[in-house]
């Protein structure tokens, strides 16, 4: 199956720079022309810098890339998501060359474990080429049972879990609720949300460094998710060179 991407967004990395300053390393970085991070698109081959949201529709990915992109670009409630489609916003790394920093939406991954296992092939091959992945759940969640199965399958060791984040979403909606604007959590919830990444720790197997919580909705903890982003990224170019 071939990696179908329809790109949402498309500017230059100068823009999402603006937006989030701890992204300016970006422009450093020296990519390579080279076939493990190439992808074909309609305008030809391009070699992308690839973070991957992955995650159950309705978990928030659109929503989490509307954020941090600034825009709303990507479709929010879609339930006909299990397309098996990427979807994806381009910045623009090279005036010359054509490198690009791409953030992906990967919608229905854990719609059905049936699914799963036909497209467990496809989603590793996707994965194989991202630098960094951030797994979406939803911090006012208690039960991991399937997440985690799936989550297993996709990533069957240390090495593979490197480039993972598990990224919480829905803070706002963790016990006690508060109706403080804009959103922060109080001192109760806080104890809540750190036990929730306790408990995502142990079950998937994952080191609580790789682990945040935020709220796309309330615009929470961005900040957060993007250094921890930059902080996967950065870790592999140094292991690279
Ligand atoms: N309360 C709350 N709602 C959210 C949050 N993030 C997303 N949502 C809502 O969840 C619904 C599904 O979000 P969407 O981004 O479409 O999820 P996707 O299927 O994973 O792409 C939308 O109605 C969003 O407004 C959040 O942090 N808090
Ligand atoms: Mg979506």
């Given at each position: 199956?071939?990696?179908?991407?329809?790109?949402?967004?498309?500017?230059?990395?100068?823009?999402?720079?603006?937006?989030?300053?701890?992204?300016?390393?970006?422009?450093?970085?020296?990519?390579?022309?080279?076939?493990?991070?190439?992808?074909?698109?309609?305008?030809?081959?391009?070699?992308?810098?690839?973070?991957?949201?992955?995650?159950?529709?309705?978990?928030?990915?659109?929503?989490?890339?509307?954020?941090?992109?600034?825009?709303?670009?990507?479709?929010?409630?879609?339930?006909?998501?299990?397309?098996?489609?990427?979807?994806?916003?381009?910045?623009?790394?090279?005036?010359?060359?054509?490198?690009?920093?791409?953030?992906?939406?990967?919608?229905?991954?854990?719609?059905?474990?049936?699914?799963?296992?036909?497209?467990?092939?496809?989603?590793?091959?996707?994965?194989?080429?991202?630098?960094?992945?951030?797994?979406?759940?939803?911090?006012?969640?208690?039960?991991f049972?399937?997440?985690e199965?799936?989550f297993?399958?996709?990533?069957?060791?240390?090495?593979?879990?490197?480039?993972?984040?598990i990224?919480?979403?829905?803070?706002?909606?963790?016990?006690?609720?508060?109706?403080?604007?804009?959103?922060?959590?109080?001192?109760?919830?806080?104890?809540?949300?750190?036990?929730?990444?306790?408990?995502v720790s142990?079950v998937f197997d994952i080191?609580?460094?790789?682990?945040?919580?935020?709220?796309?909705?309330?615009?929470?903890?961005?900040?957060?998710?993007?250094?921890?982003?930059?902080?996967?990224?950065?870790?592999?170019?140094?292991?690279?060179?």
């Amino acid at each position: 199956m071939s990696l179908d991407v329809q790109i949402e967004y498309e500017s230059d990395i100068d823009e999402l720079i603006e937006r989030y300053s701890s992204l300016s390393f970006l422009k450093s970085i020296q990519l390579r022309a080279d076939a493990s991070i190439s992808w074909d698109r309609e305008s030809g081959t391009t070699y992308d810098l690839q973070v991957i949201f992955i995650g159950k529709t309705g978990y928030g990915k659109s929503t989490t890339l509307n954020s941090i992109i600034g825009n709303r670009v990507f479709e929010t409630n879609d339930v006909s998501s299990c397309t098996k489609k990427l979807h994806s916003a381009e910045y623009k790394l090279h005036s010359k060359k054509p490198y690009y920093f791409s953030l992906c939406d990967l919608p229905g991954v854990g719609e059905s474990t049936e699914a799963d296992e036909r497209y467990l092939e496809w989603y590793r091959d996707i994965l194989l080429k991202s630098n960094c992945v951030v797994y979406v759940l939803r911090a006012d969640q208690r039960d991991f049972t399937i997440d985690e199965k799936i989550f297993s399958s996709l990533f069957q060791n240390q090495a593979e879990k490197k480039k993972v984040i598990i990224a919480l979403n829905y803070a706002d909606k963790v016990e006690p609720i508060n109706r403080k604007y804009p959103f922060q959590p109080s001192e109760a919830q806080l104890i809540n949300l750190r036990n929730r990444v306790n408990q995502v720790s142990q079950v998937f197997d994952i080191q609580r460094g790789n682990i945040l919580f935020y709220s796309a909705g309330e615009q929470y903890n961005m900040k957060i998710l993007i250094n921890a982003i930059r902080g996967i990224i950065q870790q592999q170019y140094k292991l690279l060179r």
